[in-house]
């Protein structure tokens, strides 16, 4: 079993973070890092807990690599490029420690994060990644920045974490390929950074959708004091989702719940045609999902029907975790 | 009991990060900020663990304190300005977050340092601060620049944090006023900030006290690829320590057992007296314990008498807690 200091030691050789803009890295009391000129810096921080994040079996290189991506994901919805990842180790036992950090280093690689810092204790099992980067000057985009009848927008697609959560814990059947898809989208989530960066100037507002698209869509509304209608009916399922639950209201439970790290953003009707051009260099689908509106609250209405105000609870860390069976068809 | 959305309304309205250079605080998905021009980015983690870092039923405002204290201890050492902090908290309750952000925000308060972001969390009580700032372009002070016969100093005293923990322990009988110094020495640790940012450009090498002063010194020799020879006797003590353990003997593993966040630093002889100046202007004692040499290894050799080798181990957090009495004397 390595010591601290030998963990430390073993973890900086693994990050070998030897990228021009790192001044002191690993191994000195704190990373002295150079940000480009006329960069705004950014930071973003989360922790994952065993038990309430991730499922406690997790594979621990997934859950290095889900602490990284969450935090991308909240840079992709600043339009912020992340450059270097601080890693702090929470472990029953030290050993768990390289294989969450090859998880970690694995993620840094595909976009481009060096690994600069961070610390290892003895605890029960927890992972706090801070993230830092930069954004020009003025080009953050933030929650707040929505306008009346922009369009609400969708990247990629929603609740595939969620029915791989529901097949870890058994209240969804999938084929063994179906289930390993699933759950591969809950532990290896990979946010869509370029299609963020890409839609700085274009979106209006912007958010990762980590609690549930509906809880997620109610911080913009609040944050832009505006409201929104949607047709939840367009919430984008992927084939593999719509093929293990064929029912779209079976379907909708699991598309509202979380953990898809994936992008809503605002923007204005005449800017579609970029939205869509953008999306396409970036290899990632997007899909109008409704409209904001001067009206308050978040209103349901599809096809012409009187529209029904919904709720815009998501999840809670602190609320009870509910497991409920859900009514999906098993696989033909 | 607060929802978590609720709750971060609340730590928000605490932080008030009203601060020029936040462009983005507490709400988004990150934090935005404006390094001045020239400077380089420091950043620095630490998470604290209940039952390792602290004893569990610390008051939750020390908590808060020394979570944020740590962390400017790293850029004391770094001789770097801290300007940011993040906070996540892993909480077994959310009642609990406000009143450990109060206790960081009131040492964030002292060094001018504004919260920016971070998260809130289900969990074992846990809270990893990340802690951002700058230092001028080539002016950070590594643990890697000491130099032969460059005189080795400390900043402060040593041991009242490890001699609090005892008194918690009751492995160790002090006053109830001596008692409530060493403890308060153990929750809330100050930092010599000032006194670093003064040492750039003076100070050869420099690291924070936390792991023990042994062991941090071997970090240095480690870094500079260096040996040094000091006299423990010289390790400077408080009078409260002094009075609760007066034999020197029993005093020096007490004076060894880390948690002090001061300063170690290297100089050369000749900028003593600006050293001594420096320190002054700060109000913080400064105390000469030996000095570098060629030789590896860290060595005793105190009053001319022939040079003994001694360990540079220190707090390991992954080794089993050593709890054994303290031959120390009672107060009279």
């Known amino acids: 079993?390595?010591?601290?200091?030998?963990?430390?030691?073993?973890?900086?050789?693994?990050?070998?973070?030897?990228?021009?803009?790192?001044?002191?890295?690993?191994?000195?009391?704190?990373?002295?890092?150079?940000?480009?000129?006329?960069?705004?810096?950014?930071?973003?921080?989360?922790?994952?807990?065993?038990?309430?994040?991730?499922?406690?079996?997790?594979?621990?290189?997934?859950?290095?690599?889900?602490?990284?991506?969450?935090?991308?994901?909240?840079?992709?919805?600043?339009?912020?490029?992340?450059?270097?990842?601080?890693?702090?180790?929470?472990?029953?036992?030290?050993?768990?420690?390289?294989?969450?950090?090859?998880?970690?280093?694995?993620?840094?690689?595909?976009?481009?994060?060096?690994?600069?810092?961070?610390?290892?204790?003895?605890?029960?099992?927890?992972?706090?990644?801070?993230?830092?980067?930069?954004?020009p000057r003025q080009c953050a985009v933030t929650r707040a920045g929505a306008r009346v009848d922009d369009e609400i927008w969708i990247a990629g697609t929603l609740g595939d974490a969620a029915a791989g959560l529901a097949c870890v814990e058994q209240r969804l059947q999938a084929s063994p390929r179906d289930r390993a898809r699933l759950v591969r989208a809950l532990d290896k989530p990979t946010p869509p950074l370029a299609l963020g960066i890409g839609l700085r100037g274009v979106a209006h507002s912007m958010i990762d959708v980590s609690d549930g698209v509906l809880a997620d869509l109610g911080h913009v509304l609040r944050a832009s004091s505006l409201g929104a209608i949607i047709d939840p009916l367009l919430l984008p399922a992927s084939a593999v989702m719509r093929r293990v639950v064929p029912d779209p209201v079976a379907r909708e439970a699991l598309q509202c719940g979380g953990d898809d790290y994936?992008?809503?953003?605002?923007?204005?009707?005449?800017?579609?045609?970029?939205?869509?051009?953008?999306?396409?260099?970036?290899?990632?689908?997007?899909?109008?999902?409704?409209?904001?509106?001067?009206?308050?609250?978040?209103?349901?209405?599809?096809?012409?029907?009187?529209?029904?105000?919904?709720?815009?609870?998501?999840?809670?860390?602190?609320?009870?975790?509910v497991s409920a069976p859900i009514s999906g068809e098993p696989p033909g």
């Open 1 to 135: 079993m390595p010591n601290e200091l030998a963990l430390i030691r073993r973890i900086a050789t693994l990050a070998r973070a030897d990228a021009m803009d790192v001044r002191v890295g690993i191994g000195d009391d704190a990373a002295v890092l150079d940000l480009p000129r006329g960069e705004q810096l950014v930071a973003a921080v989360d922790t994952l807990v065993a038990g309430v994040h991730f499922p406690t079996d997790t594979a621990l290189e997934s859950v290095g690599w889900k602490a990284l991506a969450v935090n991308v994901s909240d840079f992709a919805a600043m339009g912020a490029q992340p450059r270097w990842a601080l890693s702090s180790l929470t472990l029953p036992n030290p050993d768990s420690a390289l294989e969450i950090t090859r998880g970690l280093l694995a993620c840094a690689r595909r976009h481009g994060i060096a690994l600069v810092g961070g610390d290892t204790t003895r605890g029960p099992l927890a992972i706090c990644v801070t993230l830092l980067g930069g954004v």
């Open 262 to 321: 994936t992008l809503l953003f605002t923007a204005s009707a005449r800017s579609a045609p970029r939205v869509t051009s953008i999306a396409r260099q970036c290899g990632v689908r997007v899909t109008r999902i409704g409209k904001m509106q001067k009206q308050a609250g978040l209103w349901r209405g599809a096809n012409g029907a009187r529209p029904a105000r919904i709720a815009t609870s998501g999840f809670d860390h602190f609320a009870a975790p």
